[in-house]
């Protein structure tokens, strides 16, 4: 930083999820503060990704933090300090407080989805019916393959090819530019009351309501009421509340698992949002074609859980 002008007084470690980049807060002698991140030699290319992603956002006048300086050869950048406070941070706020800054976070979606696909479409594999198979297999090993989870064979076999079919339809389908983790923890709210997005790098091509779903059903979870209010200002017709049900379905499922892992490697913060997770997952597949009596049985089932026992 200092052959390069940039000379803080104090440099803070951040705490952070799992990833292998690391997070400083830097003070400057004027008083302003910026974040600087380092990126292992593996996550080089995500360093890069993330400079395309910011461009290409800001492009499309969406909130994201600038980059001030940037070495992704040596694997390190300095970015505009957003602050500490989350929308996820928020979830203490009654609802009628928090509608506004989620429809704000929706038009954010909408912003995305107007950004030219062409200019996506290279940065990240596609999130079609393979990809999304793909993560349904990992929340297999990771999570639904467990009998207190899935049950017994036949509840077991119900379930996966419920999961196929909804993959397949997914993929079916022409696939959008999408954010991939548009979720409340990922959505900043910065000195002037505005969301930014963070975390942007895996910004591709993927169904068209997986956003939305995301949005709605990760970690800061609407009343039912709710969300049925927002996705109602984006849902237009049975078919398309089809297609969200099932990016709910997939979304929910692959997050449940994600949490058991972290919480598998030491980082257990996240599994009290496990239960709320698959009861969102349980409640879409119920309504979907694909579903059906023994989602009620999954429901009933994952709603007696002991999340405690799925980190061991």
């Avoid at 030491?266 to 997770?277: I, N, S």
């Amino acid at each position: 930083m200092r052959s390069v002008g940039w000379m803080p007084l104090r440099i803070s470690p951040l705490g952070g999820d799992v990833s292998h980049r690391r997070y400083f807060r830097l003070l400057f002698d004027d008083g302003a503060t910026a974040i600087g991140v380092h990126y292992p030699v593996e996550m080089r290319s995500t360093c890069r990704r993330f400079l395309a992603t910011t461009a290409l956002l800001e492009g499309g006048g969406i909130r994201v933090p600038s980059v001030l300086h940037s070495e992704c050869d040596s694997g390190f950048s300095i970015v505009e300090d957003l602050g500490s406070t989350s929308l996820y941070d928020l979830a203490d706020r009654p609802w009628t407080k928090l509608r506004h800054r989620f429809e704000a976070a929706m038009a954010t979606i909408s912003r995305i989805q107007r950004l030219p696909a062409a200019d996506i479409a290279h940065l990240n594999p596609e999130l079609g019916a393979d990809a999304l198979q793909a993560e349904v297999d990992l929340a297999w090993t990771r999570l639904l393959s467990r009998p207190e989870i899935s049950g017994d064979a036949e509840l077991r076999s119900l379930l996966a090819e419920a999961l196929d079919a909804t993959c397949r339809n997914l993929g079916a389908a022409p696939l959008i530019p999408c954010h991939r983790d548009f979720m409340a923890r990922n959505l900043m709210i910065d000195s002037d009351g505005r969301l930014a997005l963070i975390d942007h790098q895996d910004l591709r091509l993927g169904p068209r309501f997986y956003d939305l779903a995301s949005l709605l059903n990760d970690s800061l979870y609407p009343p039912r009421s709710e969300e049925r209010h927002l996705r109602n200002r984006a849902i237009q017709n049975a078919e398309d509340l089809l297609v969200y049900r099932r990016c709910v379905v997939q979304r929910t499922l692959k997050a449940a698992a994600t949490f058991v892992s972290f919480a598998g490697r030491g980082h257990d913060r996240h599994l009290p949002l496990v239960r709320p997770t698959l009861a969102r997952a349980a409640h879409h597949l119920e309504r979907l074609p694909e579903g059906g009596p023994f989602a009620t049985e999954l429901a009933r089932r994952w709603h007696a859980l002991d999340v405690t026992a799925l980190s061991a």
